[in-house]
């Protein structure tokens, strides 16, 4: 009987373990790479909103979670995932919202694909080392 407890603890904290390496192991490793970019509507620097980086299957992201940044009033954002600075590397649809419950009065309307995943023009590619302004977002309309 004891032997059967311990095989049965040793495979429910092989469980838990899967588990977590399951949940965090979005980059093979769960390694968040940081992600900070700047957000502009033509050439005028979009000063409220959010942005959410969405895993995008299409490019092998099959990651279940989305990071996620607000815009800051100098156009910045910087993403976070699970409340960790940073997002695992991958291909992401990204979408922009300036319009949401409680954002400022007067804030920047934009066309609506940009808060949809599968209409957003716009999609970034997470990787270790970018070059400057790899995740600056230049909104069209």
């Known amino acids: 009987m004891r032997a059967l407890t311990l095989r049965a603890r040793s495979f429910i904290a ?4 899967g588990a977590v390496v399951a949940v965090t192991g979005c980059d093979g490793n769960g390694k968040l790479h940081p992600v900070k970019g700047k957000v502009t509507l033509r050439d ?10 969405v895993p995008d299957a299409a490019k092998g992201n099959t990651s279940k979670v ?4 607000q815009i800051e009033s100098d156009g910045t954002y910087t993403l976070t995932t699970d ?3 940073g997002a695992p590397a991958g291909g992401y649809k990204v979408t922009i919202s300036t319009q949401y ?5 007067g804030a920047v309307k ?8 599968m ?3 716009e999609s970034k590619e997470v990787v270790a080392s ?12």
Do not use: F
Not at 14 to 17: E, G, R, S, T
Not at 101 to 105: F, L, N, T, V
Not at 130 to 141: F, L, S, T
């Open 14 to 17: 092989c469980a838990l373990l």
């Open 44 to 53: 005028t620097t979009l000063t409220s909103g959010a942005v959410s980086y």
């Open 66 to 69: 989305s990071p996620v940044g």
């Open 83 to 85: 409340g960790k600075s």
């Open 101 to 105: 419950p409680g954002a400022p009065s």
């Open 110 to 117: 934009i066309d609506a694909k940009y808060a949809n995943p």
């Open 119 to 121: 209409q957003t023009p």
């Open 130 to 141: 970018p070059a400057e302004g790899h995740y600056d977002i230049r909104i069209a309309k």
